[in-house]
């Protein structure tokens, strides 16, 4: 299990023992933050392919930067802002491939939606093979 925490610490009363304040678990794909001033940890998991991906691949090739961004706290902030751009990203390039294939354009003129959903999801799986490459693999 990868884990990355935070060098600041806390301490929690329940454990009787100081905790990180940040802990990222690669695994899970869970940040846990101890709030001190409830004496809880709050957890945030991520669900998408991509961040799981990043973070396994983030883990192997580049650990500094995980841990850089765990111990300055940002390590929420910086997954919420990948899933956002790369979400944004594939949907971008969906919408332009919709307004230009020729064979998308004829099934909505025709109305066929189970051609349509096709192409669709056939522009998804493209575009997240090149935009995982250029924004996931980092």
């Known amino acids: 299990m990868s884990r990355y925490t935070s060098e600041q610490t806390v301490y929690n009363p329940l454990k009787k023992k100081t905790v990180p304040l940040l802990r990222l678990d690669t695994n899970t794909m869970t940040v846990t933050h101890f709030n001190a001033d409830t004496q809880t940890d709050e957890s945030k998991t991520y669900h998408t392919d991509f961040i799981r991906y990043h973070l396994h691949f983030s883990d192997s090739h580049c650990p500094d930067r995980l841990r850089r961004l765990v111990n300055e706290g940002r390590i929420v902030e910086y997954l919420d802002d990948m899933e956002r751009k790369v979400n944004e ?9 919709k307004q230009s294939d020729s064979c998308y354009q004829n099934a909505v003129l025709s109305g066929d939606a189970e051609k349509m959903l096709g192409l669709e999801n056939c522009f998804i799986s493209m575009a997240r093979e ?4 250029c924004m996931v693999y980092i």
Do not use: D, K, M, T
Request: net charge negative; no cysteine; aromatic share 16%.
């Open 89 to 97: 990203a594939i949907s971008r390039q969906v919408e332009l491939w």
């Open 130 to 133: 090149i935009i995982f490459e």
